[in-house]
């Protein structure tokens, strides 16, 4: 059974559909309630700024790999365009996986950086340790992180299958030249 390169990334896409939206419930339903001192103390994903973020990024981020998979599926239906208008599509396409594999990674390294001061505390600024208070709490999140990353890593496979379908359309001899 041969694979074409568009059902590799369609699979791909998938995939990261499934992490992204993984990373999104994990962080959307992760809440813990711990009494301290007779008083209910609860930490959810709104406490922490770059969560947050996280959860827009990757929600933002799973519809984008839905559109593009539907996209595809559609435009394989389709086979009447000319070469230039499949280059700028191609151009449009690689230029919009870039930014949502970097937007994605970025966010992910925020909410890492973020995590890494609720596990560690900072005296000097009086922000306590969570993790020693919320183990379930900071154990979800960084199973999310973990599925966020994955799906950065997936999502750089992506671009670089749309890297390969924009440049394949150019002549190998001729500067920026589409091949006729």
Partial sequence: MELS???????IRLSTIVMLVLTVCLIGLDSQTKVIFYVQKKASFKDLRALVGLLYITSLAAAY???QLCCS????????TS??????????????DQAVVYAVFAGNLAALEHSFL???????????????????????????????????????SIASISAFN???????????????
């Fill in 73 to 80: 599926s559609f435009s394989a239906s389709y086979k009447g």
């Fill in 118 to 156: 609720v596990l560690t505390g900072e005296e000097n600024f009086q922000w306590l340790k969570w993790c020693n208070k919320y183990t379930r709490f900071c154990t979800q999140i960084g199973g999310s992180l973990l599925c966020g990353f994955v799906a950065s890593l997936l999502m750089f």
């Fill in 83 to 96: 070469l230039q208008s499949y280059a700028y599509l191609a151009w449009l396409r690689y230029i919009l």
């Fill in 5 to 11: 390169i568009q059902k590799i990334e369609a699979l």
């Fill in 65 to 67: 790999n839905l559109l």
């Fill in 166 to 180: 924009l440049f394949r359309l150019y002549s190998p001899t001729k500067f920026m030249h589409l091949k006729l």
